[in-house]
């Protein structure tokens, strides 16, 4: 009787010792497999030992994976949750050019049309003859309709007037274009202002912002267009986004390069 009762024992330490847990499977792959839902109503402590429990981690705290055979750890990481009600960055598109434009320089008339409206389309001549800075074009895609896209564009303006020492001045516009649509514009005007110092030669920076919201979902495209309205003298150089051709050497493609950097923010949603 106390033989039997001795390997009874025996039996259930060795159960014990080299046990798996199932809960939800009849064939554990662990030493505890859940196969179901888990609520948990307390703390969840890891790294603990026999003899001491686990840490709790902190508030806001994560817990990292530190791969096979190691512990995960509780870790403080510096990003932001976003809550229900949010807008988040979702890409940012930058680009750059030093192409720029010079296809409305001196004997190139203006196309006097000193009014636009959203929605102009990029290719109808009775809204303007606009010529694009081609290296700024971007594709992308929305995915949720409520959104914000915020333009930034801003490129080097230069002109250079027949005489130095007579006053010139050239009125443009440049316009952002959405799927060939006009979303964005500002017009704008640059003088020579006398320039005899350097040879009637005048520098501009021009600069565009703009947010548009609530794009519609799908792909689309941005392009950057420029158009000469009018100008005092036909024969006045004009260039966006460069030099123009008879230069001084006061400037530069680089030091005139157009950039655009277009941010598409979307509203957060965790519904269907």
Known sequence: ??????????????????????IGTPRPKSTLDV????????E???????????????????????GEGLPPVWKSLNVSFMEEGQYKLINSYLSSDQVGIVTLSNGV??????KNSVGDDINDISKGKWAKITGLENNFSIKNGRNRLTYQ????????????????SIRFTCGVFRNG?????????????????????????????????????????IEIACRKIDTSN??????????VQDSNGTSNAFTLESTMKMDVIEYVSYKN
């Not at 196969?35 to 307390?42: A, D, E, F």
């Not at 501009?204 to 799908?218: H, K, R, S």
């Open 44 to 66: 969840l402590r890891v790294g603990g030992t026999s003899t001491q429990a686990g840490n709790a981690g902190l508030n806001g705290q994560v817990l990292v994976s530190q």
């Open 153 to 168: 564009f801003q490129t080097g303006i230069e002109m250079k007037a027949p005489v130095s020492t007579t006053s010139e």
């Open 109 to 114: 008339t203006a196309d006097g049309i000193y």
């Open 35 to 42: 196969n179901g839902k888990t609520t948990l109503r307390k």
């Open 181 to 221: 649509k006009l979303v964005a514009v500002r017009p704008d005007r640059v003088a020579s202002n006398n320039n005899a110092g350097k040879s009637g030669i005048q520098d501009y920076i021009f600069t565009l912002n703009y947010t548009e919201l609530n794009v519609p979902v799908g792909p689309h495209k």
């Open 234 to 243: 036909l024969g006045s150089q004009f260039a966006v986004g460069r030099n």
């Open 1 to 22: 009787m106390k033989k039997n009762i001795y390997c009874c024992a025996a039996g259930l330490l060795s159960f014990y010792a080299t046990a798996q847990v199932g």
